[in-house]
């Protein structure tokens, strides 16, 4: 059961194009995390917000977290074939339990 | 160990058999879960442990399923009797300072049940 609903489901688009990945929850977390997985690989932390409101960005990714902290977008600008993967949300219990959403598949083509 | 360790990558299993999974955390990494993902899915949690400790085992989907990490530092999962819903990946983490600051993911065991 996943508590935390990603949108859209899948993404495909072409290099050089921007691209925006939401996850919403009704539950507030202590942070919301973003991670990357490739195929046959684990998980691969991106980034952790906090802050309800806070802004990070690393190059090209944009992370937002919620004023309520139940919410959080990924925005890539300029999106490159490197960025495919599948793009996991995740909120983190009390006591250190992540809850995950499903995933958005990304897809960029050269 | 530079990252987090699983094995074996692959098991295949006939329906009916045990199977035991291995996860080797960072070393001094207190914290260590099991999470299970089905294909096209994130991961659902399983269980887990601070040191050798099991605080929650919520996950488990059935008896069948049992973790332990005796020593506080390598972990297993069994899972016994195999069903063909058990065909999954079942990946491993470990923390050593709280969900907040982020997981880090083993390969993962990729379980397939015939």
């Known amino acids: 059961t996943q508590l935390l609903e990603q949108s859209p489901q899948f993404l495909s688009i072409q290099e050089g194009e921007n691209l925006t990945v939401y996850c919403n929850s009704s539950?507030?977390?202590?942070?919301l995390q973003w991670y990357r997985q490739e195929p046959g690989e684990g998980p691969v932390l991106l980034v952790t917000?906090?802050?309800?409101?806070e802004v990070k960005k690393l190059k090209r990714l944009t992370f937002q977290f919620g004023d309520a902290r139940k919410d959080s977008s990924l925005h890539i600008t300029a999106a490159q074939p490197g960025d495919t993967g599948l793009y996991l949300c995740?909120?983190?219990?009390?006591?250190?339990?992540?809850?995950f959403g499903a995933g958005t598949q990304v897809v960029v083509t050269p | 160990g530079a990252g987090v360790s699983q094995s074996p990558r692959y098991k295949v299993a006939k329906r009916g058999q045990d199977v035991a999974l291995r996860c080797d955390p960072i070393?001094?990494?207190?914290?260590l879960f099991w999470y299970q993902q089905a294909l096209g899915q994130g991961p659902e949690f399983l269980t887990y442990?601070?040191?050798?400790?099991?605080?929650?085992k919520s996950g488990l989907p059935s008896d069948r399923f049992f973790a332990e990490r005796p020593e506080g530092s390598v972990s297993t999962l069994k899972i016994q009797r195999t069903q063909q819903e058990d065909s999954a990946v079942y990946l491993c983490?470990?923390?050593?300072?709280?969900?907040?600051?982020?997981?880090?993911f083993g390969s993962g065991t990729r379980l397939t049940v015939v």
């Open positions: 539950s507030v977390f202590s942070s």
């Open positions: 983490a470990s923390s050593d300072q709280g969900a907040d600051y982020g997981y880090t």
């Open positions: 995740a909120g983190a219990m009390s006591w250190g339990k992540l809850q």
């Open positions: 070393s001094g990494h207190v914290s």
């Open positions: 442990f601070q040191n050798e400790a099991q605080l929650d």
């Open positions: 917000v906090v802050t309800g409101g």
